[in-house]
């Protein structure tokens, strides 16, 4: 299955312009609103110029616009296509030279590499071979593999995914340590001060009956 990303690139490549615009303006990874638009306006500008130029429209400026903008978006595509490709081939040539060397060990049994050699000269160089198939891996990192799934094309619409910004999380305001609690506020007893009031007027009316 061709994917849509390709029939642009191709296009660009033989300056096919209403294509590539006809195809790209609807993309929505990989390409803002505003850069889609003005494919869009580009790609109106081709079919419909006398209705643009009627309406005042720069009409060669506007598909200068949207060519500049279908061929930067075909140039990131390619880019990022052959990136893929290297590290599915890098990952292959990996496996490749890690079999090679997983079989280096049958040396000996090929005459042409083992004739003349005792016993005991072939365990010398089979020693040798297992340090330099040691070396071997260690530089190259052969251990180092690429997913099974990683080593698949992507399809179209997963091969320009934008990150999208993430939110800003509001934290709660951090408590001060020195800050003591606010003491909660004691409320007057009434009480008290009724009683006393009480207290002394009964004093009164005794005193007031005594001497009646």
């Not at 990022?80 to 060397?101: C, E, P, Q, S």
């Not at 070396?135 to 997963?158: D, V």
């Not at 009434?190 to 007027?201: D, H, I, L, N, Y």
């Amino acid at each position: 299955m061709i994917k849509k990303s390709d029939i642009v690139r191709e296009a660009v490549r033989e300056q096919d312009w209403k294509k590539a615009l006809q195809i790209a303006k609807d993309f929505h990874i990989g390409v803002t609103q505003e850069q889609r638009s003005k494919m869009a306006r580009a790609y109106e500008c081709i079919v419909h110029p006398d209705f643009y130029q009627q309406i005042g429209v720069d009409i060669p400026e506007a598909i200068e616009q949207g060519k500049a903008i279908v061929k930067e978006y075909a140039e990131s595509a390619r880019r990022k296509n052959t990136m893929m490709k290297w590290d599915v081939k890098h990952d292959k040539a990996k496996r490749i030279i890690d079999a090679f060397l997983d079989n280096a060990g049958y040396w000996q049994e090929r005459e042409d590499l083992s004739a003349g050699l005792t016993d005991e000269d072939k365990e010398l160089v089979h020693a040798e071979v297992e340090l330099m198939i040691a070396s071997i891996r260690k530089r190259y990192k052969l251990q180092e593999r690429l997913p099974e799934q990683a080593a698949q094309i992507q399809p179209e619409e997963a091969e320009a995914v934008i990150p999208t910004e993430k939110a800003e999380e509001t934290l709660p305001e951090p408590v001060s340590e020195d800050k003591e609690p606010e003491k909660t506020k004691r409320t007057r007893k009434a009480s008290t001060g009724e009683k006393k009031t009480t207290s002394r007027r009964k004093k009164k009316e005794i005193q007031e009956e005594e001497q009646a």
